[in-house]
């Protein structure tokens, strides 16, 4: 698809679109509890972090044998330099990915082993569908060797960083599924 074309085509709401390397086109459905998750997450790096933190969200993030990934939100040390148009694994300190219904075998699973083998220091799952969070630490080849869990609603978690900043997530403010009605 040429980018004329893609400049010129509606994508169904509701969905985020990534564009591969490769060409290739993927569309995923995105909530409105995965949207304001990330939003509020993002709140809490500038408040933490500073507004001009290098903080991305749906990024790609260039990874060793092309496991490129975008995750909904990493934390880059501060001196990060983009290698070509991305930024490397290597200036990653935490990625937080948050759980939507049709992502959670890879975010719990596969994402942890991935990351894990990586090095990334930090590894943030969050879920707004068990309301919790669960905060790896300590990786390892196959994943990490530490995950503490921690419910929605128990205040501030002060995550600390391995270049000195501490990144506070706000467990109070993470936004809850809303019940579904029957309106349309």
Request: hydrophobic residues 35%.
């Amino acid at each position: 698809m040429s980018v004329d074309a893609i400049t010129h085509t509606e994508f169904p709401a509701g969905y985020v679109v990534f564009f591969g390397a490769d060409g290739k086109i993927i569309m995923t459905p995105q909530s409105e509890e995965h949207s304001s998750t990330i939003k509020s997450m993002q709140y809490d790096t500038i408040l933490s972090l500073g507004r001009h933190a290098k903080t991305p969200s749906d990024v790609y993030i260039g990874f060793p044998a092309d496991e490129n990934s975008a995750p909904d939100l990493a934390i880059l040390r501060e001196d990060a330099r983009k290698e070509g148009k991305r930024y490397s694994f290597e200036d990653v300190l935490l990625i937080s990915e948050v759980v939507s219904t049709s992502s959670a075998r890879k975010d719990y699973d596969d994402c942890t082993a991935k990351y894990g083998r990586h090095g990334i220091p930090i590894y943030l799952i969050v879920d707004p569908y068990a309301q919790e969070v669960v905060l790896h630490t300590q990786p390892t080849g196959s994943g990490y060797i530490a995950a503490h869990t921690h419910a929605y609603g128990t205040g501030k978690l002060p995550i600390p960083l391995a270049d000195g900043r501490t990144f506070t997530l706000d467990l109070d403010e993470l936004p809850r599924p809303e019940p579904e009605t029957g309106d349309h």
